[in-house]
């Protein structure tokens, strides 16, 4: 593990609230605590790897020089509540798989009335939680949530493709009642992680930036496999957090 030079100095590490990642434009914070992002240019990237010591490895693939000491930048993080002297602390990954193919609903599967209303009554249940905590910001109250939906072992079937799409056409053919995709990636994202891990499906939320223009976005995948985008479009974000 990095440390930084100044031996008087304990090492800094990126808070537990905060997650970061390098982009060739620039750096993109997420603070969990306010659910905000903020960004740094690309030349603070070089300060950052040599005295950051939990900073992103993804990021040590940017070349440059790395300056000795910390600068007024990392003095500026420490104050914001972004970087701290208290050791590494993450509850999630910051990297994840990379996409290679996506599973998207066929809406000429038919399945029991049963599940059906099953569905409907998760997909109502989740949405109300999901979008109430967004509304005020409690995004790490419900990852927290998300972390603590044990596996259902029996319902080890829907890791096959067709189960998993027949679950995805489903739900949305449940999410139109409530909302649409088009609302907000990360409340559909979120809702769909919930839905998901309830039925035993291993679904994973990632949560990417980029810039110039500045976006976010979210999105699930089962590994490799993207379940509510296109492998095309998640792979222009630069993973922030896998939860």
Known sequence: MRTATNPEQPPLFLSAHVYACERPEGIVFLDLRTLTYFALDASSAP??????????????????????????????????????????????????????????????IRRRAGDSVLMMFRVAVVYIRVASAL?????????????????????ARYLHHRDIQALLTLFAKSRVWFYTSRDACLLDSLVMAFVLRRY???AKLHIGAALMPFSAHAWIQIRHCVLDDTVEHVRQFTTLLVA
């Open 200 to 202: 035993g499906v291993p």
């Open 135 to 155: 509304r005020f910001r409690r995004l790490s109250t419900l990852l927290a949530h998300l972390q603590h939906i044990r596996k259902d072992q029996r319902a």
């Open 47 to 108: 300060s950052l790897r040599a005295n950051v010591a939990d900073w992103p490895r993804a990021a040590c693939s940017q070349a440059g020089h790395e300056h000795p000491i910390p600068d007024e930048v990392l003095r500026s993080l420490s104050a914001r509540g972004a970087l701290t002297r208290g050791g590494p602390n993450h509850t999630y990954a910051s990297a994840s798989a990379i996409a290679t193919s996506f599973c998207s609903p066929d809406w000429s």
